[in-house]
Antibody, heavy 119, light 107 residues
Framework: QVQVVQSGAEVKKPGASVKVSCKAS????????IHWVRQAPGQGLEWMGW????????KYAQKFQGRVTMTRDTSITTAYMELRRLRSDDTAVYYC????????????WGQGSLVTVSS | DIQMTQSPSSLSASVGDRVTITCQAS??????LNWFQQKPGKAPKLLIY???NLETGVTSRFSGSGSGTDFTFTISSLQPEDIATYYC?????????FGQGTRLEIE
């Protein structure tokens, strides 16, 4: 069965970088886009971007352009999201989600990775 | 960016009630709309994709309809386990955007 497992919680200082991993299993890794979505405490869902694991091609939300990089390692069926120059308002749960049926349908979600940015 | 406006933002209903949540897009998105359920401390769960298609394994009490700019999500008979926040999401264009959420409570 499809499983998406993310790395654990992180605490970072303002200005630092964080890299969250997303290990996929139970399907052909290169066959489905992976999206990254974040959720600040008590807030709604915010899409950050996607990566095509087959080509490595990416699409980022304008808001994160220049600060985010999404990559993948097909040999270990893992996707990564790195966010740089962290600020306190980047404190959030970061989710990866595999596309399902359509590219934009986020069907299989990881458990989430809490990133706390605090001095 | 395409704005997704959900209403209501919160809703209180009784077990057995029919519950309806609406989502309006700021421009025509055809049927490129999904609905999610999120329970506290959990990841969102896909319920409906492409506006009206029930995801495998999801109860048939849930349904979706609409196209263009106006969409509806319906719970035919509210159950206690349906208590959650519900989000619509468009994928017609990037950035993908979500509605602000509807918090559903039991009266």
């Amino acid at each position: 069965q499809v499983q998406v497992v993310q790395s654990g919680a992180e605490v970072k200082k303002p200005g630092a970088s964080v890299k969250v991993s997303c290990k996929a299993s139970g399907y052909t890794f290169t066959g489905y886009y992976i999206h990254w979505v974040r959720q600040a405490p008590g807030q709604g869902l915010e899409w950050m971007g996607w990566i095509n694991p087959h080509s490595g091609g990416t699409k980022y939300a304008q808001k994160f352009q220049g600060r985010v990089t999404m990559t993948r390692d097909t040999s270990i069926t893992t996707a990564y999201m790195e966010l740089r120059r962290l600020r306190s308002d980047d404190t959030a749960v970061y989710y990866c989600a595999r596309a399902h049926v359509t590219v934009g349908s986020l069907g299989y979600w990881g458990q989430g990775s809490l990133v706390t940015v605090s001095s | 960016d395409i704005q997704m406006t959900q209403s209501p933002s919160s809703l209180s209903a009784s077990v057995g009630d029919r519950v309806t949540i609406t989502c309006q897009a700021s421009q025509d998105i055809s049927n490129y709309l999904n609905w999610f359920q999120q329970k506290p401390g959990k990841a969102p769960k896909l319920l409906i994709y492409a506006a009206s298609n029930l995801e495998t394994g999801v109860t048939s009490r849930f349904s979706g309809s609409g196209s263009g700019t106006d969409f509806t999500f319906t719970i035919s008979s509210l159950q206690p386990e349906d208590i959650a926040t519900y989000y619509c999401q468009q994928y017609d264009d990037v950035p993908i955007t979500f509605g602000q959420g509807t918090r559903l409570e039991i009266e």
